[in-house]
């Protein structure tokens, strides 16, 4: 039988350990006001200088890059825009475009309005799950 973890919490009480789901080997920690707090990933694959948006879905993890990512949502072809969005509302917008590319099924046999209203749909189920 293994024991249980318990560390302390911001209010001060012993709660039991919960193993993050991600991989925390490569991440660097800084002491910050007594606590180590995660500031940056070791990144094993050669990526190419820039920020990169990392996005982390049911069982998959996205990376990136913002200019990539900028031109994927057409935003740079849009000349009337005054407000950019910023790289996290992007990476947001791009878990949810793949939530509703897994969820729609097959569009080969559907009308346009079918697709339209399946995609609004989607959306509107994603932004129910509170992560829009």
């Given amino acids: 039988m ?5 560390i302390k919490n911001d209010k001060g009480r012993y709660e039991e350990y919960q193993v993050p789901d991600i991989d925390m080997s490569e991440t660097l920690f800084r002491r910050i006001n007594g606590k180590y707090v995660p500031v940056s990933v070791n990144c094993t694959n050669d990526l190419p200088e820039g920020v990169w ?3 982390r879905g049911r ?3 996205e990376t990136i890059s913002g ?3 900028k031109e994927l949502m057409i935003l740079d072809k849009v000349s009337d825009l005054k407000e ?3 790289l996290a509302e ?4 791009r878990k949810c475009a793949n939530y509703v590319l897994e969820e729609i099924g097959d569009i080969s046999t559907m009308t346009k309005a079918e697709i339209v209203n399946a995609i609004v749909g989607k959306v509107f189920e994603y932004a129910k799950r509170g992560e829009l």
């Fill in 2 to 6: 293994k024991k249980k973890l318990y």
């Fill in 53 to 55: 948006v990392v996005t």
């Fill in 59 to 61: 069982s998959s993890k």
């Fill in 67 to 69: 200019k990539y990512l």
């Fill in 84 to 86: 950019m969005p910023s």
């Fill in 90 to 93: 992007l990476g947001a917008m």
